[in-house]
């Protein structure tokens, strides 16, 4: 199975990637040793790429078949065949994340620091060990920190040989134009839910109805669409979210809603913590050494203690991205009341949820229901600005109910 396969409706950007791969891998049998933004091939292959497009339309995953494709040694490459086969042993560690020579960087947090990314900046300054290329995969380029964008600018605008970064972004704003005016910018697209549905059933083993449901609650997010089809509990977590706007007919209602939506990103986060953190916490202890019962071993103290501060950034995170989720499904839910109100015969993202949707389309006007699309709006925002989540949260509730 090709590297590819894994992009749903992306197929003009997987022809550029092709492209970029097939011209990078002449660089290299050519043996030049030159920057991949010199020579013949500048108009196809280039030493720093930026990745953007709608949450769950696949930037991570495009930008992880490039690197694949990159360090792609399949023989049939000689033969005029396609970059990033799936089975060579370049493309299996890539996707594997095992390739000493591609570094992927994401951060649990809030923000990626400038110590790591100076770190990175190093490590970009060096020929590939094994591999063709060096390559730099940098999730969430938007949680930068000031500091540490101007320090992978020092990288971007000095690109070392055989070196290649990859950027993932939700838009082309979320980065300095000092870093995106040095990249090439792919936009992905919104895949089509008939895309995503049939994805769901070649990959996922998933049965047709459920997967053409699956996708259209996902509203274009593929790892959404998957979850919700592969997942009760995912399926259990929207639906009880989508009774929100059927339960916000009192202030008691209100306030019962949101704090059952708080609760509900409280709980993701401490399961998450349940699990990960006490793994990472013993592994930390073993690899100084300590013995249970014994004193602790000398700079162990101070490493537990960072470790704890990354732990509580990762649970902050965790619960945003599940009132984040959330909020979506909410909004998805009173756009298909808007469309329904205005006689829409299109798709809806809740088909399954038609007896609701029609409830509230007809206990009140249009206005009111674009006013509840701004009051989750002014949520997100304020989520986005740390107010406390379930003020916010209250504070949408009732706004919901005023309409």
């Known amino acids: 199975m090709a590297v590819w396969d894994d992009l749903v409706g992306q197929e003009r950007v997987v022809e550029q990637l092709t492209a970029a791969a097939r011209a990078a891998g002449a660089t290299v049998e050519a043996g030049r040793g030159s920057a991949p933004n010199e020579g013949a091939n500048a108009s196809l292959m280039t030493h720093a790429w930026l990745f953007t497009g709608p949450p769950g339309a696949g930037q991570v995953t495009a930008a992880r078949a490039f690197a694949a494709a990159l360090q792609c040694t399949s023989p049939d490459l000689a033969l005029g065949g396609t970059p990033g086969c799936g089975f060579c042993d370049g493309c299996h560690t890539v996707l594997a994340g095992s390739h000493a020579d591609v570094k992927y ?4 947090g809030l923000s990626i620091g400038v110590g790591d990314m100076r770190a990175l900046v190093l490590r970009a300054s060096s020929y590939p060990t094994g591999g063709r290329w ?21 990288g971007v ?13 939700p838009s082309v704003q979320d980065v300095l134009p000092t870093i995106r005016s040095r990249c090439r910018l792919l936009v992905l697209r919104t895949p089509a839910a008939e895309a995503v549905a049939d994805s769901l059933v070649r990959r996922d083993g998933v049965d047709p109805e459920t997967a053409r449901l699956a996708a259209l609650a996902g509203q274009g997010d593929i790892d959404r669409s998957r979850r919700l089809a592969v997942d009760e509990q995912a399926r259990t977590r929207r639906t009880e979210v989508l009774r929100i706007p059927l339960e916000v007919g009192d202030i ?27 793994k990472e916490t013993d592994d930390l202890k ?3 050494g300590a013995a249970e019962g014994s004193k602790a071993p000398r700079g162990m103290a101070g490493a537990v203690k960072e470790l704890e501060k990354r732990q509580k950034s990762r649970a902050t995170r965790t619960r945003r991205e599940t009132l984040g989720v959330a909020l979506l499904d ?3 839910f009173y756009r298909d009341v808007l469309a329904i109100q205005f006689g ?11 007896q609701a949707l029609n409830r ?11 006013r509840r699309i701004e009051a989750v709006l002014a949520c997100r925002e304020a989520l986005d600005r740390n107010v406390d989540p379930l003020l916010a949260v209250e504070a949408m509730t009732v706004a919901l109910r005023a309409g």
């Open 134 to 154: 060096s390559v730099i995969l940098v999730d969430a380029a938007h949680r930068l920190t000031e500091s540490a964008a101007n320090a992978l600018l020092k």
């Open 157 to 169: 605008e000095e690109p070392s040989p055989r070196t290649v970064w990859l950027l993932c972004a």
């Open 252 to 278: 008691g209602g209100c306030l019962t809603a949101a704090q059952r939506l708080v609760d509900t990103a409280k709980a993701d986060a401490e399961a998450l913590a349940d699990t990960q953190d006490t």
């Open 344 to 354: 829409s015969t299109g798709a809806l993202a809740n088909e399954d949820q038609r």
């Open 105 to 108: 960087v994401r951060t649990d």
């Open 360 to 370: 509230v389309a007809q206990a009140g006007p249009a206005e009111g229901t674009l």
């Open 330 to 332: 909410l909004l998805g």
């Open 286 to 288: 073993a690899a100084y």
